[in-house]
């Protein structure tokens, strides 16, 4: 009796492990058995990996074939697995050499052909096979730029199972179609696309108090939400965050990249230091935005945002529930999806934007001359934000039509500029919680604000907590709000001045 066996790796959202794929060739009528908890696609592994062994000339074994997933209580899913499973079986018949796949990760989907085919996750998976001692991966020709990403691992691109069955020890009579090959040429020279720095917010007509809102909000991490009618700039100004954002740190960056790497968008990004930036439409559901997906859960938009920015327009217009699913991910970072195969937490911290108009026609300004909304209308429209929500969003600030085309006066700041000084905020923030790891002052607890927050800086929020313009979760935001205000301004400890325009930042839609 000979086993053969071959080394892949699976994923359950951005968890990893090791999979060790058996194959064994017993006598018995002829069928291919395959087991480990599959799923629907991997199941399919069978039809494919039987018709690329035979489009190479090797003659497919007439008896029982069974091949082991372990472990076999962990789910796997996808064709990723594809190459694994043809290389364990092709050692089981003696057919290549087990030396060559007894310390290396084989991965890849096959087509009936023979080709194979690019996978989506390779950037973690090969971090998993580093980490784990395994230090040669068979990887597809498509997947050779991210692969190389990741030090300590010897690549070895393959465009075809018979090339595998030669570098193996094997023999095999393939040949490569010359569209594919085109294809795949095509796919991996393709330059990652890049943030655009073209848009910077010297390009945003007036508008000084939002742009030192979102200079604010950038500082220290905070959630904000604009008010205005259409045309004034909301939308534009959102798109301008991440290019005043400090660059990712480099665990940042790979981090964001292993996330984009799953979802199969890291070809167009490469690993860049530019915050992420999503926008999903209004219509999107619950599980666009938190993930979701059949068997094991995808990542959603706002995991796409992690590290980043995710703003929604028209934030009245998003559904309830999906409203209310960012209730957990805003205050934990982390998004859990249950699913019939298994619970996946996903990174899901994000810096949220939301706009809105001041009604649903959305000339309800000023006078509101123009104005067609009832007032049931204006109630239900911002019911949808509701009171947890908003409580959330640290600054809330209204954006007003723009007046002038003159620009004359003073020149507007390029978004540099003010990158500079939302670094040395932020530097200032990181070595004050230096020893509490926390990156920013969205993240302090409520305890070290009401401790370390001087008393005349505190006495502010204690009136505006009487008079209930504040509840207690808003003054701790408040006074976030005012640390990082100190830190813009190059101050040890907020003022009651910081405490008080953190106040103004928070209220403003209520006055």
Known sequence: MHI?????????????????????????????????????????????????CTSCGLEWPGTRVTVNLSPASLPKRGAMHDLAIAAAVLEAARAIDEESTRHAIAMGELNLDGTVLP????????????????????????????????S??????????????????????????????????????APPARHDDTVDMEQVLGQPETKWALEVAAAGGHHILMTGPPGTGKTMLASRLPGILPPLSDAEQLEVAQIRSICGTLP??????????????????????????????????????????LFLDEAPEFSPRALQSLREPLETGMVSLSRAKGT???????????????????????????????????????NRLSGPILDRIDIQVDVPPVTSLDRSGAAPESSASIRERVTQARLAAQERFADRGWAC???????WLRTNTPRAARLCVDKALESERLSLR??????????????????????????????????????
């Open 441 to 447: 002052n969205a993240r302090a607890t409520g305890e």
């Open 344 to 382: 996946t937490m996903y990174p899901a911290r994000f810096q949220l934007v939301m706009a809105a108009n001041p009604c649903p026609c959305g000339h309800g300004w000023g006078r509101a001359t123009g104005c067609t909304c009832k007032p049931q209308e204006r109630l239900r429209y911002w």
């Open 119 to 150: 996978v989506n996750g390779m950037l973690p998976i090969l971090m998993h096979a580093r980490d784990h001692g395994i230090m040669r991966a068979y990887v597809p020709e498509g997947n050779v730029d991210e692969a190389r990403l990741v």
């Open 268 to 309: 167009e990004y490469g690993i860049s230091p530019v915050p992420p930036f999503e926008a999903p439409h209004h219509t999107a559901s619950v599980a666009a935005l938190t993930g979701g997906g059949s068997g094991i859960a995808q990542p959603g938009a706002i995991t796409r945002a992690h590290s980043g920015v």
């Open 4 to 52: 053969g066996s071959a080394l892949s790796v699976g994923l359950l959202g951005l968890r990893t492990f090791t999979i060790q794929v058996q194959a064994f060739i017993s006598p018995g009528l002829p069928y291919f058995s395959l087991i480990g908890l599959p799923d629907t696609a991997l199941s399919e592994a069978r039809e494919r990996v039987k018709s690329a």
């Open 152 to 189: 300590g691992v010897t690549v070895v691109p393959i465009r075809h199972l018979g090339e595998f069955i030669e570098r193996c020890g094997g023999e095999a009579r393939w040949t490569l179609d010359t569209a594919v090959d085109l294809a795949q040429s095509a796919a991996g020279d």
């Open 474 to 511: 808003g003054a701790d935001r408040t006074l976030r709000l005012a640390w990082t205000l100190a830190d813009l301004g190059g101050r040890t400890v907020p003022t009651a001045d910081d405490t008080a325009a953190g106040i103004m930042l928070r209220t403003r839609l209520r006055q």
